[in-house]
């Protein structure tokens, strides 16, 4: 480290103050709730595809489905990046870009400083510089998740080498601890595939640990690696049980226990990094204990459904049959989007 400068293995260099400019240009407008077309800079393209970027550096322009897939990949790595910020930061930048529920619909960057400014009751100048503050703190949250992907290897199961034809999970709540039992049936692209890497995102409220997983391979593979990438995120490696030829089909299972429960979110959402044809969810809740609502959530963005409150309409909810369980199926999944089930519990009787 020299400077605000990281030096890294391969790539152009990362500087905190070229990710705070890329940062400062995502604010203009609605954000990254609107057209951000040419306003993606290198390092924050690389951060949501992982191409890094090559001299000269330069906005990254892409253009219909692509630029939406884009503008989705990037909501996604920061609102996952700035859970790393303290809450009141956090909550600075994410007002700033429109990815607070809060903002999301308001057109400028204007009125979302003012919203910031009422939120935390200061005048709207204070509320520029804790922008500001927030600003360059996640942008050295960045360069280092930038620097640390640089400095590994590259992965074999890459999204280019195989995709998930179908994706099966059970999240069991009638148990002793919540347990997830995870089918995934995927299709090799290539010749030779010999393991998959798959990853678990945690979100961590601000300031506080993460609550303990548990994952263990039940069948068709063996879990070989386990790696904390980030805070909120843990990679494992699966080793297949032999090769797969280009085209060749395979199934393995995993299941996850939650170890605490205490902090769960109400939600089991699949947010895809890679092709998913089909999602198939099962959720069993506890006949003693069954929640107020269930909701579809399809193709939301990470904010949508992390900050959701209130009781969703009708058209939106899922029934629960008599063995307690709220089931639904999903086809042609959307990347970096997530779809899944989202509930709410009765408010407790305090008269």
């Not at 804790?130 to 590259?154: G, H, K, T, V, Y």
């Not at 386990?226 to 090769?243: H, K, N």
Request: hydrophobic share 40%; with cysteine.
């Amino acid at each position: 480290m020299e400077g605000d400068k990281i030096v890294t293995p391969e790539g152009v260099p990362i500087t905190q103050a070229a990710l705070a400019g890329e940062l400062q240009a995502l604010r203009r407008g609605r954000g990254l709730r609107g057209d951000v077309t040419g306003r993606i800079g290198p390092f924050l393209h690389e951060l949501a595809t992982g191409a890094a970027p090559q001299p000269p550096a330069g906005a990254m322009a892409a253009t219909g489905s692509d630029a939406a897939r884009l503008r989705a990949a990037v909501a996604g790595q920061l609102a996952s990046l700035t859970r790393r910020l303290p809450e009141d930061l956090a909550l600075a930048i994410l007002a700033a870009l429109a990815l607070h529920e809060d903002t999301r619909n308001m057109r400028t960057y204007e009125s979302r400083r003012q919203w910031l400014a009422e939120r935390i009751d200061r005048v709207p100048r204070t509320a520029e510089r804790r922008i500001d503050s927030a600003q360059e703190l996640l942008a050295q949250e960045i360069a280092a998740e930038l620097a640390n992907r640089r400095a590994r290897p590259p992965s074999v199961a890459d999204e280019e080498q195989w995709y998930v034809e179908r994706f099966t999970a059970l999240l069991l709540l009638d148990g002793k601890h919540p347990e997830a039992i995870e089918r995934r049936v995927i299709r090799a692209s290539v010749d030779g595939l010999a393991e998959v890497t798959i990853a678990l995102d945690v979100p961590v409220e601000a300031g506080q640990p993460r609550f303990p997983l548990n994952l263990e391979a039940v069948s068709g593979g063996d879990l070989d690696v386990v790696e904390d990438t980030a805070p909120t995120r843990t990679r494992y490696v699966i080793r297949l049980p032999r090769p797969l030829r280009a085209g060749e089909a395979h199934e393995f299972a995993t299941r996850v226990r939650v170890l605490d429960e205490r902090s769960m979110r109400d939600y089991y959402v699949l947010r895809p990094e890679r092709r998913c044809d089909r999602f198939d969810l099962r959720v069993r809740f506890s006949r003693e204990r069954l929640p107020a609502w269930v909701r579809r959530v399809t193709d939301e963005d990470v904010y949508s459904y992390n900050t959701y409150a209130g009781v969703p309409p009708a058209g939106e909810r899922v029934s629960i049959d008599l063995a307690g369980e709220a089931v639904e199926a999903f086809a042609r999944l959307r990347p970096h989007y997530g779809s899944g089930l989202q509930w709410g519990w009765p408010v407790p009787y305090l008269g």
